[in-house]
């Protein structure tokens, strides 16, 4: 079994920073590429930020500039670092990763349960 848990989301002003934490529980044998993806109220889940097993990135446009992802492969946790946080990044974040539980196991997706995002003043 394994779970992937945020944290560190919160309500914070605009200009205002927050760094989101997803962190891989369970037999993982390793992990491929892990992302954030977000969901606003009625609107469609996007994919925020993607980082890949060799550490390469990918952002939206809507937030590059802003926000990095990294990751520590040592802890099984991916980082979001939001910066210049603006209204229209409230949301729900979630953390998501492509992992083996055992050698030559076939990747598969796990999602977390979400992290609220709110960006108010």
């Known amino acids: 079994q394994v779970q992937l848990v945020e944290s560190g989301g919160g309500l914070v002003q605009p200009g205002g920073s927050l760094r989101l934490s997803c962190v891989a529980f369970?037999?993982?044998?390793?992990?491929?590429?892990m992302a954030w993806f977000r969901q606003a109220p009625g609107k469609q889940r996007e994919l925020v930020a993607h980082?890949?097993?060799?550490?390469?990135?990918n952002y939206a446009d809507s937030v590059k500039g802003r926000f990095t992802v990294s990751r520590d492969n040592a802890k099984n946790t991916v980082y979001l670092q939001m910066d210049s946080l603006q209204p229209e990044d409230t949301a729900v974040y979630y953390c998501?990763?492509?992992?083996?539980?055992?050698?030559?196991?076939?990747?598969?997706?796990?999602w977390g349960q979400g992290t609220q995002v709110t960006v108010s003043s």
């Open positions: 998501y990763a492509s992992l083996r539980t055992m050698p030559h196991h076939e990747n598969v997706p796990f």
């Open positions: 980082i890949l097993i060799d550490s390469h990135t």
């Open positions: 369970g037999t993982i044998f390793s992990i491929n590429d």
